[in-house]
């Protein structure tokens, strides 16, 4: 049976560049606090009409697709990784598909958020591994500027998240102990509602009666969303930051042990971590918990944000650009976010 490899890697960030000090302009908060919380320093924002969370996807895909030597008329399926899509249905799978004006391939869009990119390459993984495709496109992609709450009220979600896309071209290789070496997926539903964005939605208050506001008959029409949900702010991203963190400290070095352990690693073998990039307290607190050295791990979310599902394939083309992966390293993704879900996938590159 074939393994999947990364053959092309490519990532995209908008010019534009929003700071710390940039956000104060519309909210209450300060770069000393963001900074000390988070490791930011600064994010790329979009620019608001002419790019959106395709656009940017088609620019990786570009480079990714360039770097594995084909063009997009050889890619046989698309996997796209997003919380933030062009339009709430179609997915962005099929606009990347027109975009780059592909066969009529399948286009399939994954909503793992933070997890998103890990589990969209497991599940290319396993097409590759059963020979159905060949030249598999996995994109994460994110505009979250479009969509975060920038006053003093959002502050805690919107000071945290960035825009940008990541790309990789997944290929068979025969190569013995070479390419994707295993992947693990986990969820639990219990607290889906703590970092979570209600609306648009079908829920009509099923599951979050203490959060969302009630509606009288007249409003039934208008559930998915109403005036009144605008009014009481449920538009936007809601987080409990602290539950966030506490959950993501265990699962993180869970979900790292659970891959190495699997193949017969332990953490010393491992050449790099790329762990989403949610907040560098976190991906700190994991490396000490490992015993991990400065080298052995990638953290580029002082210049990015959170970028959610694009985070990993940006960090991981960036490290790669740098020369940080090597052919035969063996290489971590690991990923916790909103669900909640979390995941990691082992890399022989
Ligand atoms: N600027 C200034 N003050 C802010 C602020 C901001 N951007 N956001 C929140 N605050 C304030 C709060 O209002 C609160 O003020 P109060 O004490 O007067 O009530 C205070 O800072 C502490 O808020 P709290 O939410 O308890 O802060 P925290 O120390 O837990 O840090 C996070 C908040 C979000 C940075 C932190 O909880 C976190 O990183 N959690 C994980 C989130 C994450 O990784 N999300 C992505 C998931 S993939």
Request: proline share 3%; hydrophobic share 40%; net charge negative.
């Given at each position: 049976?074939?393994?999947s490899?990364?053959?092309?890697?490519?990532?995209?960030?908008?010019?534009?560049?929003?700071?710390?000090?940039?956000?104060?302009?519309?909210?209450?908060?300060?770069?000393?606090?963001?900074?000390?919380?988070t490791?930011?320093?600064?994010?790329?924002?979009?620019?608001?009409?002419?790019?959106?969370?395709?656009?940017?996807?088609?620019?990786?895909?570009?480079?990714?697709?360039?770097?594995?030597?084909?063009?997009?008329?050889?890619?046989?399926?698309?996997?796209?990784?997003?919380?933030?899509?062009?339009y709430y249905?179609?997915?962005?799978?099929?606009?990347?598909?027109?975009?780059?004006?592909?066969?009529?391939?399948?286009?399939?869009?994954?909503?793992?958020?933070?997890?998103?990119?890990?589990y969209?390459?497991?599940?290319?993984?396993?097409?590759?591994?059963?020979?159905?495709?060949?030249?598999?496109?996995?994109?994460?992609?994110?505009?979250?500027?479009?969509?975060?709450?920038?006053?003093?009220?959002?502050r805690?979600?919107?000071?945290?998240?960035?825009?940008?896309?990541?790309?990789?071209?997944?290929?068979?290789?025969?190569?013995?102990?070479?390419g994707?070496?295993?992947?693990?997926?986990?969820?639990?539903g219990?607290?889906?509602?703590?970092?979570?964005?209600?609306?648009?939605?079908?829920?009509a208050?099923?599951?979050?009666t203490?959060?969302?506001?009630?509606?009288?008959?007249?409003?039934?029409?208008?559930?998915?969303?109403?005036?009144?949900?605008?009014?009481?702010?449920?538009?936007?991203?809601?987080?409990?930051?602290?539950?966030?963190?506490?959950?993501?400290?265990?699962?993180?070095?869970?979900?790292?042990?659970?891959?190495l352990?699997?193949?017969?690693?332990?953490h010393?073998?491992?050449?790099l971590?790329?762990?989403?990039?949610?907040?560098?307290?976190?991906?700190?607190?994991?490396?000490?918990?490992?015993?991990?050295?400065?080298?052995?791990?990638?953290?580029?979310?002082?210049?990015?944000?959170?970028t959610?599902?694009?985070?990993?394939?940006?960090?991981?083309?960036?490290?790669?650009?740098?020369?940080?992966?090597?052919?035969?390293?063996?290489?971590?993704?690991?990923?916790?976010?909103?669900?909640?879900?979390w995941?990691?996938?082992?890399?022989?590159?």
């Amino acid at each position: 049976m074939p393994q999947s490899k990364i053959a092309g890697i490519g990532m995209y960030v908008p010019e534009h560049i929003v700071t710390n000090n940039d956000l104060k302009k519309y909210m209450e908060t300060s770069d000393e606090w963001i900074e000390e919380r988070t490791g930011i320093k600064e994010r790329r924002y979009a620019h608001r009409t002419n790019e959106t969370t395709t656009t940017m996807a088609v620019e990786a895909a570009t480079i990714a697709i360039e770097r594995a030597g084909i063009t997009p008329q050889d890619i046989d399926f698309i996997i796209f990784a997003t919380l933030s899509p062009d339009y709430y249905f179609p997915g962005c799978g099929v606009l990347v598909q027109r975009a780059m004006k592909m066969k009529e391939i399948g286009a399939l869009d994954i909503r793992n958020q933070c997890s998103g990119f890990v589990y969209a390459l497991s599940v290319a993984d396993q097409f590759i591994k059963t020979g159905m495709y060949k030249n598999i496109l996995v994109v994460g992609s994110e505009k979250h500027s479009f969509g975060l709450d920038f006053t003093t009220r959002g502050r805690n979600v919107s000071v945290i998240f960035g825009d940008g896309a990541g790309a990789v071209v997944l290929q068979p290789t025969t190569q013995e102990g070479q390419g994707i070496l295993n992947t693990h997926l986990h969820s639990d539903g219990e607290s889906a509602e703590i970092l979570a964005m209600y609306n648009p939605g079908t829920h009509a208050n099923h599951w979050t009666t203490n959060k969302v506001a009630d509606f009288d008959e007249a409003e039934i029409g208008q559930m998915f969303m109403s005036k009144d949900m605008i009014d009481h702010d449920q538009n936007f991203p809601f987080m409990d930051g602290p539950a966030v963190f506490k959950k993501a400290i265990v699962k993180f070095p869970e979900v790292i042990m659970e891959a190495l352990q699997a193949s017969g690693f332990t953490h010393a073998d491992l050449n790099l971590l790329i762990p989403h990039q949610a907040n560098l307290r976190i991906a700190q607190f994991v490396q000490q918990k490992l015993q991990l050295r400065n080298d052995q791990v990638y953290n580029n979310i002082q210049q990015y944000g959170n970028t959610t599902a694009a985070s990993i394939p940006i960090a991981l083309c960036e490290a790669w650009q740098m020369g940080k992966i090597k052919e035969g390293d063996l290489v971590c993704l690991a990923a916790f976010g909103s669900g909640f879900t979390w995941a990691s996938a082992l890399i022989r590159w």
